[in-house]
Nanobody, 122 residues
Framework: QVQLVESGGGLVQAGGSLRLSCSAS????????MGWFRQAPGKEREFVAR????????YYGDSVKGRFTISRDNAQNTVYLQMNSLKPEDTAIYYC???????????????WGQGTQVTVSS
């Protein structure tokens, strides 16, 4: 079992930055890939970024490329999402997720955090 707790959300003006953190605990959490998703009111959940356990390779959703950076601190079992140049459309609840690799490029996100609210004002 893996437990995920997000933090770092808040209110920021457009053009500003926030860094989200996701702390993972559990006996297998250190071997899991980590991802970030977000969901805005009235919209579908959207993939934001993921980082692989095996090689720390990263992948981003098109809407955040060049602005967001995912990273992890394996020693602390924490994944981060650095968000720069924030836009009002980035406003959403951001969720941390974790899961094993199930294929050459596939991750199964079995565990999810409670979410942290990010609000970007214009």
């Amino acid at each position: 079992q893996v437990q995920l707790v997000e933090s770092g959300g808040g209110l920021v003006q457009a053009g500003g930055s926030l860094r989200l953190s996701c702390s993972a605990s559990g006996r297998t959490s250190g071997n899991y890939n980590m991802g970030w998703f977000r969901q805005a009111p009235g919209k579908e959940r959207e993939f934001v970024a993921r980082i692989r356990w095996a090689d720390n390779s990263t992948y981003y959703g098109d809407s955040v490329k060049g602005r967001f950076t995912i990273s992890r601190d394996n020693a602390q079992n924490t994944v981060y999402l650095q968000m720069n140049s924030l836009k009002p459309e980035d406003t959403a609840i951001y969720y941390c997720a974790a899961g094993p690799t199930v294929g050459p490029t596939s991750v199964r996100y079995d565990y999810w955090g409670q979410g942290t609210q990010v609000t970007v004002s214009s």
